[in-house]
T-cell receptor, first 112, second 112 residues
Framework: GENVEQHPSTLSVQEGDSAVIKCTYS??????FPWYKQELGKRPQLIID?????GEKKDQRIAVTLNKTAKHFSLHITETQPEDSAVYFC???????????FGAGTTVTVRA | DSGVTQTPKHLITATGQRVTLRCSPR?????VYWYQQSLDQGLQFLIQ???????AKGNILERFSAQQFPDLHSELNLSSLELGDSALYFC???????????FGPGTRLTVT
């Protein structure tokens, strides 16, 4: 099955700086890579996703990049704000599977 | 609000008991996924149903079972509960043909 590793486990940034979270996956057949944001006690919320046929996708201050050759993908948050503080999870979906395999999560703290 | 609903919000029960968690997917979604999130843990996939049929199984214990009804709502049954079953249980739904999964608010289960 798919194995997703996520780094770092915690990330503290100054407000206005950028944050980068990296994930690697094991199965080269994986074709869908979503990112979820989870605030304390709340549900995971889909914030951006990317499919294996594109290398980069942006949505306002967040962007995701995918390197299929190296089997890794990253989340970039620019101009961080206090409301960006949360746990972020990456995930990967295999082509012939229906479930998502999640990384262990990154706790992001934005310092005012 | 994702459109996925879960009840109850909180559940406190004793070891050895049995509980049922309920999930209603977004309107039009045929797939339902169940995930377990223990304290300081990531999201562990339990099981997926698509239009009433089991589609994929993850690390689901034999004491746990699920089903999806004709109206597409799903129930997760947890029996012979142990202290270690205390966790947040999330349901997510998707159309089945698209990859995006949207999570419900979760049920927090506490086993005492």
């Amino acid at each position: 099955g798919e194995n997703v590793e996520q780094h770092p486990s915690t990330l503290s940034v100054q407000e206005g700086d950028s944050a980068v979270i990296k994930c690697t996956y094991s199965d080269s057949a994986s074709n869908y890579f979503p990112w979820y944001k989870q605030e304390l006690g709340k549900r995971p919320q889909l914030i951006i996703d990317i499919r294996s046929n594109v290398g980069e996708k942006k949505d306002q201050r967040i962007a995701v990049t995918l390197n299929k050759t190296a089997k890794h993908f990253s989340l970039h948050i620019t101009e961080t704000q206090p409301e960006d503080s949360a746990v972020y999870f990456c995930a990967a979906k295999e082509t012939n599977d229906y479930k998502l395999s999640f990384g262990a999560g990154t706790t992001v703290t934005v310092r005012a | 609000d994702s459109g996925v609903t879960q009840t109850p919000k909180h559940l406190i029960t004793a070891t050895g008991q049995r509980v049922t968690l309920r999930c209603s997917p977004r309107s039009g979604d045929l797939s339902v996924y169940w995930y377990q999130q223990s304290l300081d843990q990531g999201l562990q996939f339990l099981i997926q149903y698509y239009n009433g049929e089991e589609r994929a199984k993850g690390n689901i214990l034999e004491r746990f079972s699920a089903q999806q009804f004709p109206d597409l709502h799903s129930e997760l049954n947890l029996s012979s509960l142990e202290l270690g079953d205390s966790a947040l249980y999330f349901c997510a739904s998707s159309t089945g043909s698209q990859y995006e999964q949207y999570f419900g608010p979760g049920t927090r289960l506490t086993v005492t």
